[in-house]
């Protein structure tokens, strides 16, 4: 608190006043994360058919990822320690969740689909962080694993990835 403080040019106790707690904060810093990554990865053109879609949200997502790299690891990590956090993240992920659900015509309330596609935004997230350890990343690649895992999670499912 005294750094950001410091860096405001302001007294510890102004912060203190205005934000409450550090979890308060940390909150205030990480929303406009979350809300940028949910509404840039939900920007692709209605227009264009699923598997687009869904490539252009897992792209905006990677490069939301790779230009606050500092943010997206806390996020994955959990929000700091904080539980209120760690609910508002879950939250966006079955937000997301649902959307694609929709898109590719799966009922997110089914079990199965809510496991497979849980695993998949897993994967998903594992597979951005592991890239965020290297300059040399493909964001190719990234999408195109991410593509070839939700596939075959619809295969699992009995869906057709080609109309899904």
């Given at each position: 608190?005294d750094?950001?403080?410091a860096?405001?040019?302001v007294?510890?106790?102004l912060v203190f006043q205005y934000?409450?707690?550090k979890k ?6 990480i929303e406009p ?7 840039r990865a939900?920007?692709?053109p209605?227009?264009?058919g699923p598997e687009?879609?869904?490539?252009h949200?897992?792209?905006?997502y990677?490069?939301d ?5 500092a ?16 609910d508002?993240?879950?939250?966006q992920?079955?937000s997301?969740i649902?959307l694609?659900?929709a ?7 089914r ?7 849980r695993g ?7 597979a951005?962080?592991a890239?965020l350890?290297?300059d040399?990343?493909d964001r ?6 991410a593509m ?6 619809l295969a699992?499912?009995?869906s057709?990835?080609d109309?899904a």
């Amino acid at each position: 608190m005294d750094e950001i403080a410091a860096a405001a040019g302001v007294s510890h106790g102004l912060v203190f006043q205005y934000f409450g707690s550090k979890k308060d904060l940390y909150v205030a810093a990480i929303e406009p994360l979350l809300v940028g990554f949910q509404e840039r990865a939900r920007g692709a053109p209605e227009d264009i058919g699923p598997e687009r879609r869904l490539r252009h949200a897992i792209g905006s997502y990677y490069d939301d990822a790779r230009a606050h790299p500092a943010g997206y690891r806390s996020l994955m990590a959990g929000g700091g320690g904080f539980r209120e956090v760690f609910d508002r993240i879950e939250a966006q992920r079955w937000s997301g969740i649902g959307l694609i659900a929709a898109v590719s015509g799966l009922d997110v309330e089914r079990g199965d689909v809510r496991a497979v596609l849980r695993g998949w935004v897993g994967f998903l997230e594992g597979a951005i962080l592991a890239s965020l350890e290297r300059d040399d990343a493909d964001r190719e690649a990234v999408i195109d694993a991410a593509m070839a895992v939700f596939d075959a999670g619809l295969a699992v499912l009995g869906s057709d990835p080609d109309t899904a």
